[in-house]
């Protein structure tokens, strides 16, 4: 399975009888699913029909639909809502009268207004059909381009952990030669502080720094984090983003606790690389659902 983004578009278009039809379905990024529609107050009563179909393709994500009816030919196939149109006329009379500077509404005016101008009757049931397929078409092709999306993000991802998991075994081969190397530091330094130091005391002493110096179980814990990174990415079931980002912290954590025990320039060197590498991630993985 892929990935998807929490970015995506999809749209469509088509006639229905004198009324041209489009639909947008667009989303960016956010903690929760929150679907939000723009549309004529007529195809009010469908919101949780559509809502329903976009469910079907989305789990997080701030999603907006936009729905725009036009009309093909003037009035064709219409009612004009006349009792609305005229209290629409005097109450625009009255108030020229009660303001100054207000203008005449315009017959265009008018109809422009919600409600004055509506479908008839016998063309409602076939209006909401084509509403929904083509909000149905919409929303598959709003998937679409999210999965477009999560498998760029995907092969993102895969790229800095190869990255990281180089970085981490290369450090992990190097650190015996490098505990050495510190470990000859420290005799020379204490031997030459403290010239009759006993050799029991020397091996006391750096045990107890060695347990502190011991990163074993950051390089497991990493090298755990990597293997379920990539076993998500590469096969998830669900929403895979909220995951991800804990992981990110996990992975965040490790690097910093081999930072704080670095025993050499090597090592200081190595967290900083996996640190930089850990945030780009973790700036993609805000964009996966």
């Known amino acids: 399975m892929s990935l998807y983004s929490m970015t995506g578009f999809g749209s469509a278009a088509g006639v229905c009888g004198s009324r041209h039809i489009q639909i947008d379905i667009r989303s960016v ?6 679907i939000q529609f723009k549309m004529p107050d007529e195809l009010r009563h469908l919101e949780s029909s559509l809502r329903d179909i976009i469910v079907q393709t989305a789990q997080r994500g701030k999603i907006e639909c936009r729905i725009q009816l036009q009309n093909t ?5 219409l009612n004009v809502n006349h009792e ?13 009268n009660e303001f100054d500077g207000l203008g005449k509404l315009t017959v265009a005016d008018i109809l422009k207004f919600p409600g004055v101008l509506t479908a ?3 063309h409602q049931d076939e209006l909401a059909d084509t509403v929904r397929t083509l909000a149905a078409e919409a929303a598959d092709g709003f998937a679409q381009s999210r999965r477009r999306e999560g498998e760029k993000l995907q092969a993102h991802l895969a790229e800095r952990l190869d990255a990281i998991q180089e970085i981490v075994e290369a450090l992990a081969e190097l650190f015996p030669h490098l505990l050495q190397a510190h470990l ?4 020379a330094r204490l031997a030459e502080a403290v010239a009759n130091i006993g050799e ?4 006391q002493e750096f045990a107890i720094y060695m347990q502190k110096a011991d990163i074993d179980e950051e390089f497991s814990r990493l090298k755990t984090h990597i293997a379920e990174v990539r076993r998500i990415i590469g096969s998830h079931k669900g929403s895979a983003g ?14 910093n606790t081999l930072g704080s025990k670095a025993i050499s320039a090597e090592c200081t060197q190595a967290s900083v690389e996996l640190k930089v590498l850990i945030e780009q991630m973790r700036e993609q993985v805000q964009n996966i659902e």
């Not at 030919?73 to 196939?77: D, L, Y």
């Not at 029991?200 to 091996?203: E, F, G, K």
């Open 120 to 122: 008839q009757e016998n």
């Open 84 to 96: 609305l149109a005229a209290r629409l006329a005097e109450l625009n009379r009255r108030w020229r």
């Open 184 to 187: 000859e530091k420290i005799r």
């Open 29 to 34: 990024n956010h903690r929760f699913l929150d």
């Open 73 to 77: 030919v003037q009035t064709a196939g």
């Open 242 to 255: 909220k995951r991800l980002d804990f992981l990110m912290q996990e992975l965040n954590r490790e690097a």
């Open 200 to 203: 029991d005391r020397l091996q």
